[in-house]
């Protein structure tokens, strides 16, 4: 009896843990790792009229 | 209490809702991109060099599967190179769009829009829930854009593919894959355009 309790315990517990991220990112963080525009280090020559 | 037939009932039942997803999952590219192009383009010449650089750290697969307790059963990799698959479906993107791509600098105006893109990551993970799991694909891209003119600008990219579902199979790891790309695509499009628009000298014939 206190086995199949037990063994009933384990799988119960087993069944409503819920798996977190090992290597995915948390949704919150996307906005932070996009850039919200271009880094423009040089810009273009003007086109010549 | 416990009789031999009742603990085989209950071992069959908890391997069962284990989830045990012990095959590995082959990640395909989208067939095709955005379902509607963003306009724009005007004919204006940009070069896409194929493949993007693949800069990412972990190279060796594309994402995990998960069993039902969140616990690693199997790798995901990615179905051809996705630093060459991206690179395409960014050139036939913008080509949607009406920009003229080309593959090389043979032959392009001095004006014309050079892009190289570097690939950071793309990652498929189910993140297993109560109720449901849901397939994350992250997918980061920086693109560096110059010009025979003197242009030079660079700019990141980090999209989040999610599918929701009470089962993660290999088709659910393609779908979330493919909302990804076409996340990614649309944002690199736009910026694209908005970097074109404004420098409206870039690509077009002088």
């Given at each position: 009896?206190?086995?199949?309790?037990?063994?009933?315990?384990?799988?119960?517990?087993?069944?409503v843990?819920?798996?977190?991220?090992?290597?995915?990112?948390?949704?919150?963080?996307?906005p932070?790792?996009?850039?919200?525009?271009?880094?423009?280090?040089?810009?273009?020559?003007?086109?010549?009229? | 209490?416990?009789?031999?037939?009742?603990?085989?009932?209950?071992?069959?039942?908890?391997?069962?809702?284990?989830?045990?997803?012990?095959?590995?999952?082959?990640?395909?590219?989208?067939?095709?991109?955005?379902?509607?192009?963003?306009?724009?383009?005007?004919?204006?010449?940009?070069?896409?060099?194929?493949?993007?650089?693949?800069?990412?750290?972990?190279?060796?697969?594309?994402?995990?599967?998960?069993?039902?307790?969140?616990?690693?059963?199997?790798?995901?990799?990615?179905?051809?190179?996705?630093?060459?698959?991206?690179?395409?479906?960014l050139?036939?993107?913008?080509?949607?769009?009406g920009?003229?791509?080309?593959?090389?600098?043979?032959?392009?105006?001095?004006?014309?829009?050079?892009?190289?893109?570097?690939?950071?990551?793309?990652?498929?993970?189910?993140?297993?829930?109560?109720?449901?799991?849901?397939?994350?694909?992250?997918?980061?891209?920086?693109?560096?854009?110059?010009?025979?003119?003197?242009?030079k600008?660079?700019?990141?990219?980090?999209?989040?593919?999610?599918?929701?579902?009470?089962?993660?199979?290999?088709?659910?790891?393609?779908?979330?894959?493919?909302?990804?790309?076409?996340?990614l695509?649309?944002?690199?499009?736009?910026?694209?355009?908005?970097?074109?628009?404004?420098?409206?000298?870039?690509?077009?014939?002088?």
């Amino acid at each position: 009896m206190i086995r199949l309790t037990l063994l009933l315990l384990l799988g119960a517990t087993a069944l409503v843990s819920c798996s977190t991220r090992s290597v995915v990112v948390a949704p919150d963080q996307v906005p932070k790792l996009n850039d919200s525009k271009w880094t423009v280090t040089s810009e273009p020559a003007a086109r010549p009229r | 209490m416990a009789t031999r037939g009742g603990w085989v009932w209950l071992a069959a039942v908890l391997s069962m809702l284990s989830g045990c997803a012990l095959t590995d999952v082959n990640l395909k590219p989208p067939s095709s991109g955005l379902k509607a192009p963003i306009p724009g383009g005007n004919q204006r010449q940009i070069v896409v060099t194929a493949p993007f650089t693949d800069s990412r750290e972990i190279k060796s697969r594309c994402g995990v599967q998960k069993g039902g307790y969140g616990n690693e059963t199997a790798v995901a990799t990615c179905q051809g190179e996705p630093a060459q698959w991206l690179a395409d479906l960014l050139a036939s993107e913008l080509r949607a769009s009406g920009f003229t791509v080309l593959t090389a600098e043979t032959g392009a105006r001095e004006s014309a829009l050079k892009l190289d893109g570097v690939l950071l990551k793309i990652f498929a993970e189910p993140v297993v829930g109560f109720w449901s799991t849901n397939v994350e694909t992250d997918m980061n891209v920086r693109l560096v854009a110059t010009s025979k003119t003197g242009l030079k600008a660079e700019r990141t990219f980090f999209v989040k593919g999610e599918l929701q579902s009470i089962i993660w199979t290999q088709g659910i790891f393609n779908d979330s894959v493919e909302n990804g790309t076409r996340d990614l695509l649309k944002k690199m499009v736009e910026a694209i355009l908005d970097l074109m628009n404004q420098y409206p000298q870039l690509g077009f014939k002088r």
